[in-house]
């Protein structure tokens, strides 16, 4: 008999742009600010460096999990420029309530056919809680709108420079 799979998300979208700007959005804080809402960043794109995101704490209250927005961080444990990188040890850090973690967050860039980025998203760890449950029911609109709006930004961006 096989368990149920432990609740993950794994994500993938196109991007008409370079895969090292794709990769850099994650990492500038103007861009952060743009695209994922990010209140307030410390990224540092290199092994062993910082990645913690904090968002203003939302008006709503969720039942389970409280107010969303708070802080995600963790270490970056690889880095390739242009390529991927990978953050282990990451926490959620809710406004109220206890951090949900571990986790993980694997980031990976490809050249797509059209000659511009492939992102793929891949974000694991879980205990089986309601907690933890409904955390990844959140996440995955959240990554869902999050990367469509990365997408309008770099893309919008390249428009602006003059780029097809």
């Not at 092994?47 to 913690?52: D, S």
């Not at 709108?145 to 097809?164: I, M, N, T």
Request: proline content about 9%.
């Amino acid at each position: 008999m096989t368990s149920p799979s432990k609740p993950s998300i794994d994500r993938a979208i196109v991007i008409d742009a370079p895969p090292a700007r794709v990769l850099g959005a994650f990492f500038d804080p103007a861009s952060l600010a743009v695209w994922w809402q990010v209140h307030r960043s410390v990224t540092t794109p290199r092994p062993l460096g910082v990645f913690a995101l904090e968002w203003a704490p939302t008006h709503e209250v969720d039942d389970v999990l409280g107010r969303l927005g708070g802080v995600f961080h963790g270490t970056v444990m690889e880095y390739q420029v242009g390529r991927e990188f990978f953050i282990a040890d990451a926490w959620w850090l809710p406004p109220d309530g206890d951090p949900i973690g571990p986790m993980s967050l694997q980031i990976t860039c490809t050249v797509s056919e059209n000659g511009g980025s492939r992102l793929r998203i891949r974000q694991s760890g879980f205990e089986d809680s309601p907690r933890w449950q409904r955390y990844y029911r959140i996440i995955e609109s959240g990554w869902r709108s999050s990367l469509d709006a990365l997408k309008r930004h770099l893309e919008a961006a390249a428009q602006k420079a003059g780029r097809p």
